[in-house]
């Protein structure tokens, strides 16, 4: 089960490790990715945070077989943006966030675990309000 109230850097690490499956150490500091045989290390990057990080969470799970829709909606007055991935025949996985990037992330992991554990997760409630955008990247 996903831990929604992770910080962003634990939400990065999960990314990391479980949709592009890197191998990722803990430091003080931070988490890195670390590759057999190379000793350099490289901070995992903000996908819950950044745009163009984001982007290629999109880009891997559509490389996997899912189809995307992400968007926006007014709540409470307040900006929300929703993502949601499905394979064909599956119920969408919707997750609403505070950012586009967090949003993708969450909705990513838990497609992906719903995916390799053909169990049916708690999804987020769908509003009819939703304004969905195909790709985000083609304006």
């Keep these: 089960m996903i831990d929604f109230d992770m910080n962003n ?8 490790t479980k949709i592009f499956k890197l191998a990722v150490i803990a430091k003080s500091d931070d988490f890195y990715i670390t590759r057999l045989g190379d000793f350099s290390l490289k901070p995992v990057p903000k996908y819950s945070s950044d745009l163009d990080s984001a982007y ?7 490389d996997r ?6 968007g926006s909606k007014i709540q409470n007055n307040q900006l929300r943006w929703v993502a949601s991935f499905h394979t ?6 919707f997750h609403e966030a505070g950012s586009l990037s967090e949003a993708i992330c969450l ?8 995916k390799n ?8 409630d769908y509003n009819e ?11």
Excluded at 9 to 16: C, G, P, Q, S
Excluded at 117 to 124: C, Q
């Design 9 to 16: 850097r634990e939400l990065d690490k999960e990314i990391a």
């Design 88 to 93: 064909d025949g599956s119920t969408p996985i």
């Design 107 to 114: 909705a990513a992991l838990e497609a992906k675990g719903r």
């Design 129 to 139: 309000n939703v304004i969905y955008i195909e790709d985000y990247r083609k304006k």
């Design 56 to 62: 290629l969470v999109l880009m891997n799970m559509r």
């Design 117 to 124: 554990k053909s169990s049916g997760l708690k999804n987020v």
């Design 65 to 70: 077989g899912f189809s995307y829709n992400v």
